[in-house]
């Protein structure tokens, strides 16, 4: 669940980024080239996926936002959509994975005693481990 969160803003990230101008041109496509393998390991990813018992509600529902994601970075990349109409989309669909996953940290952590805090910690630094993905890359004398 966590590839689809990191899934759903490495989108928004990459939108950001080319909506203000920051990526453009061959950068920006190929940062879009990336987000699609992205997508496409997450999407392959699924179907060998194992979920525990206590997890499948959540994975359940996060399942539907990977597909909403791979659907909008789809009509971005045959452009039928701007990076403006995918900036539209991405918040709600962090919002609500964010929340499935608090939720499941939750469970985890009621059931089995683990720390919440640390989960959401650890999350939190996968995300960040991929936050430079799409970095503007800075020029060398």
Not at 72 to 94: C, G
Request: with cysteine; hydrophobic share 45%; glycine share 4%.
């Amino acid at each position: 669940m966590v590839l689809i969160q990191v899934d759903v803003n490495l989108l928004d990230q990459l939108a950001t980024k080319v909506n203000s101008g920051e990526l453009s041109g061959l950068d920006a496509f190929a940062s879009l080239i990336a987000a699609v393998g992205v997508t496409n390991a997450v999407d392959q990813a699924i179907p060998q996926t194992t979920v525990p018992l206590l997890m499948k509600p959540f994975w359940e529902k996060a399942i539907p936002i990977h597909e909403s994601t791979k659907e909008l970075l789809a009509r971005w990349y045959n452009k039928e959509i701007a990076s403006i109409d995918v900036l539209a989309e991405t918040p709600a669909l962090m919002k609500k994975i964010d929340k499935i996953m608090d939720d499941c940290e939750l469970g985890l952590g009621l059931i089995y005693g683990f720390d919440i805090n640390e989960m959401r910690k650890a999350r939190e630094e996968a995300m960040n481990s991929l936050a430079d993905i799409f970095a503007t890359p800075t020029p060398q004398p």
